[in-house]
């Protein structure tokens, strides 16, 4: 049996997502933009905390929404008109959109013998700086005994078009990253400034086993297919997408045996460089699925 338990801790607000055997286990913190805080499958986990690496500087498993990744000084033109987002990377650039501090609520849970689910939202009904649309946000989460998808629904509830693009930013972890790999198809991959700014798409052919080996990664690629896999000296994952059209983002933070694999929509820049951006008109809605699965293990 699958169940879902709300759970309050210091006045923050969580749901703890299990199987009765606690073979299988993730925790939402709603409170953090309802993001996946753990991940747990067998005695592996996936995903899980990391002392001193403080949310505030790891955006660890936040959804990113309007934006992912960065806008160059929080500047953007839309319909020839200027925006001006507030710039949360210690004043430089805008960082990873406008939802993963905020609180979302719990809508509907369901459970079962073989998987449970949860519906959270968060509804913007005010216009934000930079940003001065409406819209809801929905995320739903399914665990069963050895994947999680997470199901995320966009809707214009305002009377204009907005500019968008969607990410996802889970840290996984592994006991010697030294020892872990990627594989995923790319012939292409965006070339950045020193800023972490989109400047241009460049050719580059990646290996059919991209080993991580002491790379220090902050680099994104155009993906030719929806799948990518991760195989560490204990498990083996594999992450994929409804959709054809994906970008990657790797990083390995320093100090830190976890790598971000990211899945985004669009790249850095994203509003001004229209890589991936696409528009949102009133009352419609654009939904994308992302699923982690665990294999042969």
């Known amino acids: 049996m699958y169940t879902v338990e709300e759970i309050t801790e210091n006045n923050f607000s969580f749901l703890e997502l299990k199987n009765t055997n606690n073979t299988a286990k993730a925790r939402i913190f709603l409170d953090e933009g309802g993001r996946l805080q753990e991940l747990k499958f067998k005695d592996i986990f996936l995903i899980k905390e990391q002392p001193n690496f403080e949310y505030k500087v790891s955006y660890a498993s936040s959804i990113l929404f309007p934006f992912a990744s960065r806008i160059r000084e929080g500047k953007y033109l839309f319909q020839e008109k200027e925006y001006q987002l507030n710039c949360n990377q210690t004043g430089e650039n805008a960082l990873h959109g406008l939802v993963y501090n905020q609180k979302f609520e719990l809508i509907s849970k369901e459970e079962s013998t073989d998987f449970c689910a ?36 966009i809707k214009n509830t305002d009377s204009k078009t907005y500019p968008f693009t969607l990410g996802w930013h889970p840290y996984f972890l592994s006991d010697d990253l030294t020892k872990s790999s990627l594989r995923f198809k790319s012939d292409q991959k965006i070339e950045f400034d020193t800023s972490l700014i989109t400047k241009k798409i460049i050719d580059h052919k990646t290996e059919a086993e991209f080993n991580i080996e002491d790379k220090q990664l902050d680099d994104c690629f155009i993906l030719k297919t929806n799948v990518v896999q991760f195989k560490t000296p204990s498990y083996q994952i594999e992450i994929s997408t409804d959709k054809k059209e994906n970008y990657l983002q790797l990083y390995t933070p320093k100090g830190f045996s976890v790598i971000a694999i990211e899945p985004m929509t669009g790249v850095s820049n994203s509003f001004n460089n229209k890589i991936g951006l696409q528009f949102l008109a009133p009352n419609e809605s654009y939904a994308i699925t992302w699923n982690v699965k665990l294999i042969n293990n």
């Open 118 to 153: 949860v519906t959270i939202a968060y509804k913007e009904t005010k216009e934000i700086k930079g940003f001065p649309y409406t819209y809801e946000i929905y995320a739903t989460y399914i665990l069963t005994k050895n994947e999680i998808t997470l199901s995320l629904k």
